[in-house]
């Protein structure tokens, strides 16, 4: 055997051929454990939606609204769970961000339904035992819930695209 006098690495699609053969690539060609977990992450989302859509049948607005946003979330689920698409990816963190900014506003503008609170000297914390006041403080809590929900699944969709932009076994070399 000759002796080595520079090691390059070339990756294809069977692993990383280098000056002492063929290593297997560290992440599999096709989709993995993240891209599942985003496809179910996506799924959730859309059944999530329906299931809102049935509690806010009195407002026929917002039940339009939940249908279209589970109609939203289903073009991503096949294409995560068969290849990883990037493009699902990009949908499902463009959405959950979107989501986050909407529902904070929601919790910001609500007024007394969800995010009643006082600002300056003159605040006073208390506790009922208010119906209405324990009600509010479940549905800021559940926004709150919600929007940290949200964040996770937009960190899920853009590691899978980090993921995804970074060859398997880290940059090749150049030749230079």
């Not at 919600?146 to 880290?170: H, N, S």
């Given at each position: 055997?000759?002796?080595?006098?520079?090691?390059?690495?070339?990756?294809?699609?069977?692993?990383?051929?280098?000056?002492?053969?063929?290593?297997?690539?560290?992440?599999?060609?096709?989709?993995?454990?993240?891209?599942?977990?985003?496809?179910?992450?996506?799924?959730?989302?859309?059944?999530?939606?329906?299931?809102?859509?049935?509690?806010?049948?009195?407002?026929?607005?917002?039940?339009?609204?939940?249908?279209?946003?589970?109609?939203?979330?289903?073009?991503?689920?096949?294409?995560?769970?068969?290849?990883?698409?990037?493009?699902?990816?990009?949908?499902?963190?463009?959405?959950?961000?979107?989501?986050?900014?909407?529902?904070?506003?929601?919790?910001l503008?609500?007024?007394?339904?969800?995010?009643?609170?006082q600002?300056?000297a003159?605040a006073?914390?208390?506790?009922?035992?208010?119906?209405?006041?324990?009600?509010?403080?479940?549905?800021?809590?559940?926004m709150?819930?919600?929007?940290?929900?949200?964040?996770?699944?937009?960190?899920?969709?853009?590691?899978?695209?980090?993921?995804?932009?970074?060859?398997?076994?880290?940059p090749?070399?150049?030749?230079?």
């Amino acid at each position: 055997m000759p002796p080595v006098t520079a090691v390059t690495t070339t990756a294809g699609a069977g692993g990383v051929r280098g000056a002492w053969g063929v290593q297997p690539a560290r992440h599999p060609a096709g989709p993995g454990l993240h891209s599942r977990a985003c496809a179910g992450a996506a799924l959730v989302s859309a059944v999530l939606h329906l299931v809102m859509a049935g509690q806010h049948s009195d407002l026929w607005w917002q039940t339009a609204l939940m249908l279209v946003m589970a109609l939203l979330c289903l073009p991503c689920v096949l294409p995560l769970w068969r290849s990883g698409s990037a493009a699902a990816g990009r949908m499902m963190m463009v959405s959950a961000l979107s989501m986050v900014a909407f529902h904070a506003v929601l919790l910001l503008f609500s007024g007394g339904s969800g995010a009643a609170h006082q600002h300056g000297a003159g605040a006073v914390v208390s506790v009922s035992a208010d119906p209405a006041s324990t009600a509010a403080a479940g549905t800021t809590f559940g926004m709150l819930a919600l929007i940290g929900g949200e964040l996770l699944v937009a960190l899920l969709a853009a590691t899978l695209l980090r993921r995804r932009a970074v060859p398997p076994c880290g940059p090749v070399p150049s030749a230079a």
